[in-house]
T-cell receptor, first 113, second 111 residues
C-alpha cells in the first residue's frame, strides 16, 4: 500500500459524458501527478500540481483538466469522453518537486462505451 | 525532443536466471533516472533513483547502472523469481521537473 488513494476504482460511462477522478496523496506529500495508461501502452504523463499550483504539463488533452485543492487532494476531470479515453488513470504523489520518489495509487480504470 | 528508449520490448527468462534491461535517453538537462516495476493492472513501484553522480544502485536483487556520459542505464535482475514477471519502466527527469517515460520492458519469468 503506497498511501495514495484513488476513487473510484472502476468507472463505466458513455461517450460524450463527463467524469471526475479523485486522488488523495500520501500524508505530507505536496506534489500530485496524473498519468494515463491505455491498454498495452506505456505511462503517459498528463499533469503535475505542487501545493495547489500547476507545475508541469504533459500530453494532456484540452478536454481534460485537473486541480489540486487546499487539502492537497486532486481531481482529474475528463469531458466529452471518447472511446479512446478508455484507460487506467494513475495518480502519484511525492514530497517535493524534484529528485523525489513517486508513490503511485492503485489507479482508476475508465471504460467508455 | 526528450526521449527514453527501452530494450528489449519484452523478454522471457527461466526462473533463477539473470537478465539485463537497457534504457537509452536523450533528456537534457538531466536530473535523475528512475526504474519502476509495474505489475499488470497495478501502479508502478519505484526500484531505484539515480542522479548524475551515481553510477550504480542496488535494491535487493535489482541493480541499476547509469552512464551519464553515454546517456545509458541498465537494470540487472539477479536470480529471477516468478514474482519478477512485470513491466519495468525507465523514467528520466529533466531539471524542469518534466518526466520522460520509456515504453517499458515486459519480463516474463517461467518455472
Amino acid at each position: 500500500d503506497s498511501g495514495v488513494t484513488q476513487t473510484p476504482k472502476h468507472l463505466i460511462t458513455a461517450t460524450g459524458q463527463r467524469v471526475t477522478l479523485r486522488c488523495s496523496p500520501r500524508s505530507g506529500d505536496l506534489s500530485v501527478y496524473w498519468y494515463q495508461q491505455s491498454l498495452d501502452q506505456g505511462l503517459q504523463f498528463l499533469i503535475q500540481y505542487y501545493n495547489g499550483e500547476e507545475r508541469a504539463k504533459g500530453n494532456i488533452l484540452e478536454r481534460f483538466s485537473a486541480q489540486q485543492f487546499p487539502d492537497l487532494h486532486s481531481e482529474l476531470n475528463l469531458s466529452s469522453l471518447e472511446l479512446g479515453d478508455s484507460a487506467l488513470y494513475f495518480c502519484a504523489s511525492s514530497p517535493g518537486l524534484t529528485y523525489n520518489e513517486q508513490f503511485f495509487g492503485p489507479g482508476t480504470r475508465l471504460t467508455v462505451l | 525532443k526528450n526521449q527514453v528508449e527501452q530494450s528489449p520490448q519484452s523478454l522471457i527468462i527461466l526462473e533463477g536466471k539473470n537478465c539485463t534491461l537497457q534504457c537509452n535517453y536523450t533528456v537534457s538537462p538531466f536530473s535523475n533516472l528512475r526504474w519502476y516495476k509495474q505489475d499488470t493492472g497495478r501502479g508502478p513501484v519505484s526500484l531505484t533513483i539515480m542522479t548524475f553522480s551515481e553510477n550504480t544502485k542496488s535494491n535487493g536483487r535489482y541493480t541499476a547502472t547509469l552512464d551519464a556520459d553515454t546517456k545509458q542505464s541498465s537494470l540487472h535482475i539477479t536470480a529471477s523469481q516468478l514474482s519478477d514477471s512485470a513491466s519495468y519502466i525507465c523514467v528520466v527527469s529533466a531539471n524542469d521537473y518534466k518526466l520522460s517515460f520509456g515504453a517499458g520492458t515486459t519480463v516474463t519469468v517461467r518455472a
